[in-house]
């Protein structure tokens, strides 16, 4: 693999938003804001969610991509183990690891892996000869026998072999991927900047460090064979390069293939390496492998003069080979994420949460106009799992509150019935019938005529529908509407979904929209949210009977940014239908510095947007006072859509919106 390097833009950055990984630090008036405490479970999510699709993209296959926890950090052969960490600078490494452990499941044969052991003890020559180079043999009573110990000579051969396979097998995967997927390639960079291309490993290879005769100094260097520091003239390397022959390293089909080639290359260095002296072996099986990377009896070094490390350059060398010996062993470090928070992401992830970043204007005292942006997150999927996994404030389960709620659902389920007969005469088909016509179908009634030189005896008959339509309700559910303004609002919304039900052509969507916590309870991860808690199209009435109950106040009110984090879908979901848009707030919109007349504007903007694809759009100021406070506010952002009706009376209602229903475009 050649040493490419990439300008320090990330990859992700075009699939990632520039704000993913930190807020603003400084709020309009110029003062920094603190960042809200512990991860946030909606980028985890994301994270994950396009950590796998890259994954699945890559490979092919349907891999799960999980976080670790309880120190898994780990790929099984199954399954794809990511790092929690949101740091930019590890970013686009930890997606290249993901995509390279995925393409490990893809191409590993990991049966090969689990048998190695018993593999290496099939060769019951080669066992004799390890064991008497090494001095491996059973003990009798009397001492050493002549029987070679095959449990302590594999295990000798074992890890050494496991690694070389390992740095094969990385290189296999690499090309692999680069051919198939040649536009990941500067995530793959990444990951091999963050293990393999560290200056101090650059120094270590073109130094005399690790040039011993000894295994540490082979694996070191094989290692990292593909860096261009390295050094052919020692160990005997240029023999090692050519057996490798990474220009053609695809010639190897298949992880036996593999394995194959590392048996020959381990051989290969078995010759090389001297037979240890027995009371080597002793100190080596009393104090362990630590000094085993400053021993070797005897060397190959180059004949030129190379520059010597510092004993602190060789001891960050040595940390910065551990962390290779740990990428080989699929043993890198990983953040962790608790089992609450992998619930919490579980639930979103059902749930379908998104996030939309959202453009506005903002004005200062000075009256400049600065060019915003935010992250609005989107529910499309209201489930009872995010209900009892996550406390936002956009909902809660505290029972005499949800009995309550339940109350005022069931009373707009009855009054639903009432109005879905009002509206019914929507879903009806007219016929007129047209006669004393000269062409269409004969009026039998009219032959009689034909002999007398009548010429109109044809009738016709013309057909008049509906097309389908569709009512999306939005309801502004942020602190100001609690009590009775929230309660009328839920009873009618459910009242007109009850209704739509009633009608074969009308799908309805009910919504609800404020500004909650995610991260804590604290103002700092406070969002605006758009929660779908109804949708015909996926929901029964269950789903209303079931999960409405659960909705509460929450705090703000980000009015239009909430219109347009799903204006697609709205747009979308209305070509070929009558449409309508159904608003119930009380006010103005307010969320931090989105407010006064740029967010009216910014609320109006969305108001146009829809109507100019033919939706049609009713808004009711929810307490149907037309000298109330925000009124004003509200007509400008609304205009000639605004209501001011009290929604509690279910026939002012149902006469608003015929009068929308009934309209022929």
């Not at 950090?73 to 993901?98: E, N, P, R």
């Not at 020959?264 to 002793?282: C, G, S, T, Y």
């Not at 705090?555 to 347009?564: A, K, Q, R, S, Y």
């Amino acid at each position: 693999m050649k040493n490419m390097k990439f300008n320090n833009v990330m990859n992700s950055s075009y699939w990632l938003d520039a704000d993913f990984f930190e807020d603003d630090k400084f709020d309009i008036m110029g003062e920094e804001i603190s960042k809200p405490k512990g991860k946030d479970p909606i980028k985890l999510a994301g994270y994950r969610r396009a950590i796998g699709n890259f994954v699945r993209i890559v490979t092919g296959l349907p891999i799960p991509v999980r976080f670790t926890s309880q120190g898994e950090s780990f790929t099984d052969g199954t399954t794809v183990t990511i790092s929690a960490s949101l740091k930019d600078k590890d970013f686009d490494s930890a997606v290249g690891l993901a995509l390279h452990e995925g393409s490990h499941i893809r191409l590993t044969d990991f049966n090969i892996l689990k048998d190695l052991e018993n593999w290496i003890q099939r060769d019951d020559e080669y066992m004799m000869l390890m064991a008497a180079k090494h001095h491996l043999f059973e003990l009798d009573k009397d001492g050493p026998s002549n029987r070679p110990d095959r449990w302590r000579t594999s295990g000798y051969v074992m890890p050494k072999l496991r690694d070389l396979i390992n740095i094969i097998e990385d290189r296999r995967i690499d090309a692999w991927v680069y051919k198939n997927a040649p536009g990941y390639r500067g995530y793959y960079e990444s990951l091999y900047d963050k293990y393999f291309n560290a200056k101090i490993v650059d120094k270590g290879l073109k130094s005399d460090e690790y040039t011993n005769l000894d295994w540490d100094s082979y694996i070191f260097r094989i290692c990292n064979i593909t860096n261009p520091n390295r050094r052919l003239d020692v160990l005997d390397l240029m023999s090692i390069w050519k057996m490798l022959d990474l220009k053609n390293i695809a010639r190897l089909k298949e992880t036996e293939d593999v394995r194959d080639l590392a048996w020959k290359i381990f051989k290969f260095i078995e010759k090389k390496l001297p037979a240890p002296e027995l009371e080597e072996i002793k100190k080596y099986e009393e104090e362990g492998n630590e000094e085993e990377a400053e021993k070797g009896s005897g060397n190959q070094k180059g004949n030129a003069k190379m520059p010597e490390l510092s004993q602190k350059q060789k001891h960050q060398l040595k940390k910065a080979i551990e962390k290779q010996n740990d990428f080989m062993n699929e043993k890198t470090k990983k953040t962790k994420v608790s089992k609450s928070m992998q619930k919490q992401m579980k639930a979103m992830e059902n749930s379908g949460v998104t996030v939309e970043n959202v453009d506005y204007d903002v004005e200062t005292y000075s009256g400049e106009k600065i060019k915003k942006n935010i992250d609005v997150t989107v529910i499309k999927n209201f489930t009872k799992d995010l209900v009892t996994s996550i406390n936002c404030g956009m909902w809660n389960d505290w029972d005499w509150k949800v009995e309550n709620r339940t109350n005022h659902v069931k009373e707009g389920i009855r009054r639903g019935v009432v109005l879905g007969k009002k509206l019914k005469i929507r879903a009806e088909e007219r016929n007129t019938k047209f006669n004393r016509q000269r062409v269409g179908k004969i009026d039998k009634r009219m032959i009689a005529n034909a002999g007398f030189g009548a010429e109109g005896i044809f009738e016709k008959i013309e057909n008049f529908a509906y097309n389908p339509g569709i009512i999306h309700l939005s309801i502004d559910n942020s602190g100001s509407m609690n009590g009775r303004r929230m309660q009328n609002a839920v009873t009618t919304a459910v009242a007109v979904a009850k209704a739509c039900s009633m009608i074969d052509n009308m799908d309805c969507v009910i919504s609800f929209r404020a500004s909650a916590y995610f991260v804590d309870h604290s103002r700092q991860s406070d969002r605006p949210i758009i929660l779908i808690a109804y949708d015909s199209r996926r929901h029964g009435m269950a789903q209303i009977k079931t999960m409405m109950p659960y909705v509460d106040t929450a705090c703000l009110t980000p009015e239009g940014l909430c219109f347009n984090a799903i204006m697609k879908e709205i747009l979308s979901s209305s070509k070929g239908k009558d449409a309508y848009f159904v608003n119930f707030s009380d006010g103005q919109p307010w969320y931090n510095n989105y407010q006064g007349l740029a967010a009216e504007k910014h609320t109006r903007q969305q108001v146009k947007k829809m109507t100019r694809e033919g939706i049609k759009v009713i808004s009711y100021y929810i307490d149907g006072k037309e000298d109330g406070y925000g009124v004003d506010c509200f007509r400008r952002m609304y205009g000639k859509e605004s209501q001011f009706i009290n929604v509690n009376r279910i026939a002012d209602v149902a006469k608003s919106m015929n009068n929308k229903f009934l309209e022929v475009a």
